[in-house]
């Protein structure tokens, strides 16, 4: 066979207190596509961005074709040919997607030149995408192409994509699919980072798996079972939740043509929702992130004010309650955002418990705070979830992300709430966090909780929903039973692909 | 190449070394300015934080520390709520204006009754709804029309100095007066006087409520609830809102605090120190607490300490102005630079130096 495009020698790089890579080793030949698996904090960032030039390894070789590579700047990783997508975009909103992508460019042409590439590049690739609309407007999927088009006008010879399915429809990952499989035809080889392994086994040639930053396994991704590679990923065997099959009880939590204006300008307001969640009921919100989601979550924390009726608790109108009186009554609600939403990152995770729990853990008496009980509060938090930390008195932002997540999930399932609303409970987390954290939410509902699970993650919702409706441009599908729904299926009450019939991949 | 890299946890140990490494980068630099001036900078420096304390005119000079601390104090605890949570009321000189006219014009208007019991109790009074009112003016454009509080707090300042000459030009001018601008002196009225209260000290009722200010506001920030509010909203507004605080009343609140505060630091100025309502009452003692809450770390101990600190490079800037001839201007920078090099070296809490070769990450 042909020599490697890269290859990697030994790298290491170590920062204060952890080795994010420990001699890691593997090479990537012209036309493949090379997995990089591995669990959050795992090193699979830092490995991409010593090779695109982000970081500088302590020790270890790169070669690029044979000859030494070792790129000081990601402008000298893309002269030699390299070019990366982010997990999350840089692009302004304000702008059109030519002057996006003109600006990520060395040298861009004039911008009708330019308009007219970017028109070639995404007919050629099957990547519809008009230049001149703003980014402002555009769904995630879209953006999505706006980076890698910016990435293919450069016309690397190893493309970087770092989670790119996290934030498409099962139809726009087709898509994306067939762009990447016609890049390879081309002889482009491609670094693929995720953890959804079933994506790995459909679309890549070879395996790495990390996993504390050292390389613990590679494979045939084709040959080689999802199980197999998860319980490579983490190290030990997964635990899939579990629980009793149950009929649902009395509606606890009602919506009733509930609307939402977003109060961010570029945000998607809530149009006419409607939902009714049952006792002891997961119901599980899909949708491509940026639909509605964020606002959901704010019309039932309470943060979002609505008319008093459209959301109902056991039959009582609060819809103009806000988030204490909703607390109060037992409609408990968890973020997505952790670090800054769910939690105020540079305060003791004795004052984090105290932000939600003051009200039904008894935490003030007539204004004046309780710490005592506050620290006891957080310390059973943190023994009942097993949240690693050396105690109550550290700040939130030091916790990894997994730790805080369950945390902020533990701080409201320990208020026994009547109805728990979370937003992307698992996102970011390791595995067995992940597991620790769904079976916690199960637990919950099967004590007679309502549940709404809002997620980007359809393997998670598909897993612990009794019902399944997606968000789609502020609008809720019909919930139909998790029960036997398709992938199809459940790409259509998504909104299918954005803009499909425009997309027409060429061979 | 030096590096900054963040902290996980903010460091303790560095809050309270801060300001002290920021006294001391003051004292070098000022040093450098007073060289440039071509005074000996050594005995600059001297005359000012020496000379006032132990030096030969002390007994003088003490007195005046708590005079100038004391509504210092007061309204920089009142501005440290507000600057904690992210509400930036920068207009205290004017609320501190008005809090003086309004409470010195309910005294005037019991002139020459002598029930000191009621008079003096309602001119407090007064003097903090001034400086409240004041500041409800940019809380509630804020809340209602978004409009930014810095500006109209700030420009609210220049509005109460006209207000402040139009009141000792006319209404509340003595009329006993020959026609000279300026009110009846409230010190030679007892009824309303805020004299010494132990003679020596210079501390009058200011110093006092500056006193109970910061045990008041010790108390609400560790043990209160809306002390709790007043920290999330600063530390992350959308926690902040999620854990069920109303952000507009917030800054009504914190603006109010702060007004009335700085009022009555008003009052018992002109009741005391000052006397009399004059065009030029105002000396800036509401633009300098902003100073005073920073140099404080937001902290009522802090601030209590840091007001005596610039109280003393008032009165050693004052001494140095007449032993030394040193320029009004080169004290005023001197003060400036102190909150400079605080802020400077406030980076320090959150962020550790690194020398030597290192990525960007």
Redesign the interface.
């Known amino acids: 066979m042909a020599d490697p495009l890269l290859k990697l020698d030994g790298l290491t790089k170590a920062y204060p207190g952890v080795v994010a890579n420990d001699g890691v080793s593997f090479q990537i030949m012209p036309g493949e596509v090379h997995a990089l698996l591995g669990e959050n904090g795992a090193g699979k960032s830092t490995l991409v961005k010593m090779i695109y030039g982000l970081v500088k390894p302590d020790a270890g070789k790169m070669s690029m074709r044979g000859a030494t590579y070792e790129p000081a700047t990601p402008h000298a990783a893309r002269a030699s040919g390299v070019a990366m997508v982010f997990q999350h975009f840089s692009l302004f909103d304000a702008l059109n997607v030519a002057e996006n992508v003109a600006l990520g460019m060395e040298n861009p042409p004039k911008p009708r030149q330019l308009a007219r590439r970017i028109r070639e590049v995404s007919e050629t690739y099957g990547l519809p995408l008009d230049p001149d609309r703003l980014v402002g407007d555009l769904s995630a999927g879209e953006r999505q192409r706006v980076e890698i088009i910016r990435c293919l006008l450069q016309d690397p010879k190893l493309l970087i994509m770092d989670e790119p399915t996290s934030v498409l429809t099962p139809q726009e990952v087709d898509i994306l699919f067939e762009t990447l499989r016609k890049l390879q035809s081309e002889g482009t080889s491609i670094l693929y980072i995720s953890h959804k392994l079933e994506e790995i086994r459909a679309l890549c040639d070879g395996a790495t798996i990390l996993r504390l930053g050292k390389v613990v396994g590679t494979c045939d991704p084709k040959a080689t079972s999802a199980r197999e590679m998860a319980e490579l990923m983490v190290g030990t065997a997964l635990h899939t939740p579990s629980r009793e099959e149950k009929a649902p009880g009395e509606v606890v939590l009602k919506m009733t043509d509930l609307s939402v204006k977003s109060a961010n300008p570029f945000g998607t307001s809530l149009k006419n929702v409607n939902l009714t969640v049952q006792a002891g009921e997961v119901v599980g919100i899909g949708g491509v992130a940026g639909n509605g989601q964020d606002e959901l979550l704010a019309a039932l924390s309470g943060e979002a004010r609505v008319a008093d009726a459209a959301v109902t608790l056991n039959g009582q109108p609060i819809g103009a309650l806000g988030p204490n009186a909703r607390r109060k009554l037992g409609l408990l609600a968890a973020p997505e955002e952790r670090l800054g939403h769910a939690a105020a990152p540079d305060m003791s995770l004795t004052e984090n418990a105290l932000l939600t729990g003051a009200v039904r853990e008894g935490l003030v008496s007539n204004g004046f705070l309780k710490w005592a009980d506050a620290k006891s509060f957080a310390e059973t938090i943190i023994e009942k979830f097993d949240v690693r930390t050396p105690g109550p008195e550290n700040a939130a932002r030091s916790l990894s992300g997994g730790n805080l997540q369950k945390f902020v999930i533990g701080r409201e399932i320990l208020q026994r709430p009547v109805c728990l609303v979370v937003n992307q409970p698992t996102w970011g987390v390791d595995a067995s966090a992940a597991a620790a954290i769904r079976q916690a939410l199960l637990d919950l509902a099967e004590n007679g909780a309502a549940l709404v699970v809002i997620s980007q993650d359809l393997d998670e919702l598909m897993e612990i929903s009794d019902r399944f409706a997606a968000l789609n441009e502020g609008r809720l599908s019909e919930p139909r039973p998790a029960k036997g729904l398709t992938v199809d299926e459940i790409g259509l009450m998504m909104g299918g692909a954005h803009d499909m019939e425009v997309a027409h991949v060429d061979g | 190449m030096i590096r900054l890299?963040k902290r996980?946890?903010?460091s303790k140990a560095w809050s309270y070394a801060t300001p002290l490494l920021a006294v001391l980068l003051t004292m070098v630099a000022g040093g450098a300015l007073f060289a440039i001036l071509g005074k000996d900078p050594l005995l600059a420096i001297r005359t000012i934080f020496w000379e006032p304390l132990f030096g030969e005119f002390a007994w003088y000079y003490r007195g005046q520390l708590l005079i100038k601390a004391g509504p210092l104090v007061l309204i920089a605890i009142g501005l440290s709520l507000g600057f904690r949570a992210g509400i930036w009321n920068i207009g205290a000189e004017g609320q501190y204006i008005m809090g003086a006219i309004f409470g010195a014009a309910v005294g005037l208007a019991f002139y020459p009754m002598e029930a000191r019991w009621l008079i003096f109790p309602l001119m407090i009074i007064a003097g903090a709804f001034g400086g409240f009112v004041w500041a409800m003016i940019p809380a509630l454009l804020k809340t209602k029309f978004n409009t930014n509080e810095i500006l109209v707090s700030l420009l609210l300042v220049y509005v109460a100095e006209q207000f402040l000459a139009s009141m000792a030009l006319g209404l509340l001018r003595n009329p006993e007066g020959s026609g000279f601008p300026g009110s009846r002196n409230l010190q030679q009225y007892p009824a309303a006087a805020n004299g010494e209260l132990i003679a020596g000290t210079g501390l009058h009722w200011g110093g006092v409520a500056a006193l109970i200010a910061v045990i008041l506001a010790y108390i609400l920030l560790n043990?209160?609830?809306?002390g709790?509010q007043i920290?999330?909203t600063g530390?992350?507004p959308?926690?902040?809102?999620?854990?069920?605080v109303?952000p507009n009343l917030l800054v009504v609140v914190c603006m109010g605090i702060s007004g009335g505060l700085a009022g009555l630091a008003g009052l018992f100025e002109v009741a005391g120190p000052a006397g009399q309502i004059s065009i030029d009452f105002n000396s800036g003692y509401g633009f300098t607490a902003i100073i005073v809450a920073f140099l404080g770390r937001l902290h009522p101990v802090g601030i209590l300490l840091a007001g005596l600190l610039l109280a003393l490079t008032y009165i050693g800037g004052e001494a140095a102005q007449a032993n030394l001839g040193l320029p009004a201007a080169a004290i005023q920078a001197f003060q400036g630079m102190l909150l400079f090099f605080l802020l400077a070296v406030d980076v320090l809490t959150n962020f550790r130096v690194r020398i030597g070769k290192g990525?960007?990450?």
């Not at chain 2, 043990?223 to 809306?226: D, G, Q």
Request: glycine share 4%.
């Open positions: 890299e996980p946890q903010p043990r209160h609830m809306l709790f920290r999330v530390e992350s959308r926690a902040a809102r999620f854990a069920g109303k990525e960007m990450a």
